[in-house]
């Protein structure tokens, strides 16, 4: 497996038009833009930061993953991304070394990324998503 890079830092937020003052008007980042993904119940808005991304988080649901973070552990970090050579590849070798996976094959991510999480009980709590772009 390669990994090329933190690709991005996905922050759950109540209300993306609420919270992104601070990184666009404390921290100067620009916002490029919101974009639904419906299948997982999440607005995203991605702030780029050099070669990576800032990525909020807004549930479009109640039962949606990311209100159901929220409700549980309150607004903050909610998932590392590491941009890979070969999603599927990835899978397959971390698989193969015990490692338990959310997401057995790639799945439709923002910006038309394929996207796939590793169980946090296998990271030490930190919900880690591989992406390939």
């Not at 590491?82 to 698989?95: D, G």
Request: include cysteine.
């Amino acid at each position: 497996m390669k990994i090329l890079k933190i690709d991005h830092l996905g922050i759950a937020v109540s209300s993306i038009d609420e919270k992104k003052n601070f990184w666009t008007d404390a921290l100067g980042l620009n916002l490029e833009g919101t974009e639904t993904v419906e299948e997982q119940k999440v607005t995203t808005a991605f702030l780029p930061v050099g070669e990576s991304e800032v990525e909020l988080l807004e549930s479009t649901s109640k039962d949606g993953p990311i209100a159901k973070y929220i409700e549980k552990r309150g607004e903050g970090i909610q998932h590392v991304a590491f941009r890979v050579e070969n999603i599927e590849q990835a899978l397959s070798e971390l698989k193969e070394k015990g490692i338990a996976l959310i997401d057995q094959t790639p799945r439709k991510g923002a910006g038309g990324a394929k996207i796939a999480f590793l169980h946090p009980k296998a990271t030490s709590g930190v919900l880690v998503e591989l992406c390939e772009r």
